[in-house]
């Protein structure tokens, strides 16, 4: 018994029982974590952006030899539109079970400009290094096989956290419990899809061309990051979105800032004044009725977010700026809201590669986040008759000549389609199951919350399925999720092995 | 003389004798069009941006090669600054002759961005073409030797205009001269310049050094275009210039959009917000004191501007664009005051690489110039204080961590020596003496400018060694100088070669 102790302690679990499943979980873990960390690595090598269809198709069929390798007798469902990134499917039956989690992860990334990476990485050549490489973390070679990994080391990669991770945690969790004798108290289905970075348009028809294959009582979405406290999250619904592309003209080629500055118009001093009439200095929108139509929380989800750690002086203080936005609200208030990003803006070059030019177009991309009560088209469309009263003519395709020597302020707006917020209720049933299975695997309070503040194709599953879903990320807060030098760190995706277990054992 | 006075008609020259010197000039350049033009494209092959100091340094190589070919004896004259791109220099002395002019070009181009050259050209892959590319123009193959060229063809590169046409069109010039036996009048000096469009840090001291070997009457400085119109052009001075960059600064690290949008502040968004406030919609400047310094023209200087032919609707409408900045005024009218123009403007990325993130750095390339009672430092400061003024922390170095998480707003401000305007009197003997030099190439009236709108080096010259200086540009105005697809018109080229004999034989 002293030696169980002993181990129980060194794992931190609180688990005092050999036959404690969480703990064979883990030990099944700590046996392979070269091996995962390998297949991992391999699963992350294969790029997977939009733009690039034939490295998509090779990482659905690594995923699915994943699951095969795993005897989850997995397959690919199209989309009726041709081209589409298929879905990986798979499904494995608990005899007696009456209830069905469905567990969703996405393979496919956001864009990358590998010239952002730094310390030398590449988005698709997977590097581990010995913490966050902006905080004294090294680059370094993985420990030789049968040394123990330290669960503080990144794995740096595109989709390392978002979402190669979520789809590693489920298969891993799965794999852990067979391994382990272990029996899934729930019908389990795995679905891993390729489009979620570009809004999931074809999402919605794929779910109702699957409809029967699909039907379940939970799906269990796996994305995003746990709480910044470290502590394991349990989220009900997530922020809409929708980007929007800006593009403002100027002279038709690029002229001498010289033998024209002050006599022919700067598209990029245009956009910089049309950009900075949306909002305030405190990042409130000043776009008319912005937040007339947000569904407000209810009181129990104003509890739950009272009851969130706040942290938002320590995360300032380790992004490093002074002042947040709004007037005083916390970060998770703030989320709760619709927002209006810039996510990138450019007029010709800066740098070594900028010039004395009067630029011929500006460019920006914004991102609207949607809350409850928004409805993406309703929002960008507020943004548009924003932009027309500042006196701007708005078309929706490059202007004709014509267009271009009429209007003095001409711009180009698209919008995409948009996915709306979606919160699922917090006393839902199946969801109190999830809360209390994620709550075995840790002695820390988890953390629910009513809403994060990224987002996740939910409403969809709603519309298509009439189903429930809630979401339960792996990810550490830090991962640089989006952007250049994106991390995983090994302890969240361990982590997440034993969460997704956990939730496959659920009572 | 039938046959000689339909020569003459042909050319267009209204010269209506055979020993015209003009006419010889015209006459050789036609005989030895082909040749001049392959010299040319071999000219502007040579990469000439600042940051390739190999091939700079290949390109003054290739020019002094260019002057020996034509019997000058030619050397590189290094700065006392170690690594500075050499002036090529060369002399020529005149029997008799009492006074001395010394010919500038300069050899070296603005920075290049490949990406953004358009219809497949590549900034020193030199390509011809039937006209401008963005007007009906297409890619053409040079018409078999022997074959003449048409004038209004272009050819294509980084520094086809700006400069090595000036480069060109004086070497070629005296070789026209040479060739057909017509002596210069005055003792011919040759000075190509390697950094001017870093804005000729090192060439004072350069001056400095060679004083005794440079001493003149005047510096006949051959850049920049001619008149919209295609009347050549006399310029008494030109803008200064100061660049100056803003960096503002947001979180450390790039965050999702959705799980910090509305709390990290976006420093894309402030960018935006300290660009907007430094002019208003007509392009006026709001900083404080912008316009206070400005020494107004003088009566002659007035009676010039008001002689210039005005084609600003007709430049308006193949610019396509719809309103020019001011309140009314002319082209030539707003040259004659200080500008500040955006050059360039980024912040993360936009288009395909777009991604959900909130940007780390906002930045822009701001460009000021000066007219004569401006000085670039003082008209630098203005924009600093302006800055203060909206609430910024400027430093001028990448800010601490400290001074990130203390100032709200944030701004790295680097600015440039810069180079501040000069003007040359009007009535200037020497100088009335090149306009009608210049006169006796065309049968149109010339046009005399006050001063250019873009920049020159001018200033230094006056400094270091009291000269004048008059400025003969021979390229095109709508040459995309500065930008992609840049390039000359080869009628232009052609007629900048007589205009430079002209002016070495001006009596």
């Not at 049968?146 to 990669?157: C, E, F, K, S, V």
């Not at 269990?220 to 979105?241: E, L, M, T």
């Not at 009181?299 to 490093?320: F, H, S």
Request: aromatic fraction near 6%; glycine fraction near 8%; charged fraction near 20%.
């Amino acid at each position: 018994m002293k030696k169980l102790f002993a181990l129980a302690l060194l794992v931190g679990l609180g688990a005092t029982q050999a036959n404690d499943p969480m703990l064979r979980v883990r030990q099944f873990r700590q046996a392979h974590e070269h091996e995962l960390l390998t297949e991992f690595e391999q699963l992350v090598a294969i790029p997977n952006v939009a733009a690039d269809t034939a490295n998509l198709r090779r990482t659905a069929l690594f995923v699915q030899g994943m699951m095969q390798r795993r005897g989850i007798s997995a397959r690919l469902l199209a989309a009726p539109t041709p081209g589409v990134p298929p879905v990986v499917f798979g499904e494995v039956r608990t005899p007696g079970a009456t209830r069905t989690v469905i567990f969703y992860a996405h393979y496919d990334g956001q864009p990358v400009n590998p010239a952002q990476w730094r310390e030398g990485l590449q988005p698709f050549q997977p590097q581990l290094a010995t913490g966050p490489l902006d905080r004294g973390g090294q680059l370094a070679a993985r420990p030789a096989a049968g040394q123990p990994l330290n669960p503080d080391w990144r794995l740096y990669a595109r989709s390392a956290s978002d979402d190669k991770a979520g789809v590693m945690a489920i298969l891993a969790g799965y794999q852990a419990l067979a391994a382990s004798k272990l029996k899934a108290k729930v019908n389990v289905k795995f679905f891993f899809e390729g489009e979620e970075e570009r809004g999931s348009p074809h999402l919605g028809e794929i779910l109702a061309r699957h409809k029967a294959l699909l039907a379940s009582d939970l799906w269990v979405i796996c994305d995003g990051p746990v709480h910044q406290s470290g502590r394991k999250q349990v989220v009900f619904g997530a922020r809409g979105d929708v980007n929007m592309s800006l593009k403002v003209y100027g002279p038709r080629r690029p002229l001498h800032s010289g033998h024209y500055g002050n006599w022919a118009p700067n598209p990029a001093l245009a956009l910089a004044r049309l950009l900075a009439s949306m909002t305030d200095s405190t990042g409130r929108v000043r776009v008319a009725g912005f937040y007339d139509d947000v569904t407000p929380l209810s009181a129990a989800e104003k509890t739950a977010l009272a009851q969130v750690p706040n942290l938002d002086e320590t995360i300032r203080q380790e992004l490093g700026f002074a002042r947040s936005y709004g007037t005083g609200q916390s970060l998770v208030e703030l989320l709760n809201q619709p927002s209006l990003n810039i996510n990138g803006m450019q007029s010709a070059n800066v740098g070594a590669q900028a010039a004395n030019v009067i630029p011929t177009v500006a460019s920006a991309v914004l991102d609207l986040r949607l809350v409850l009560g928004n409805d993406a088209q309703r929002q960008v469309q507020k943004v548009v008759r924003h932009i027309e009263r500042q006196g701007y003519h708005v078309v929706a395709a490059e202007p004709t000549a014509a267009e271009r020597t009429q209007y003095p302020l001409l711009v180009r707006v698209n919008a995409e389609k948009g996915e709306n917020a979606q919160r699922t209720r917090l006393d839902l049933p199946i969801a109190r199951q999830v809360v209390a299975a994620v709550q075995t695997t840790t002695p820390d309070r988890i953390v629910q919350l009513p809403s994060m503040g990224g987002t996740l194709p939910l409403g969809v599953f709603e519309r298509e399925l009439g189903a429930h879903t809630v979401t339960v990320p792996v990810a550490n807060y830090d991962n640089n999720q989006h952007a250049e030098n994106e991390n995983i760190r090994l302890g969240n995706l361990w982590d997440g092995i034993e969460t997704m277990a956990a939730i496959m054992l659920m009572k």
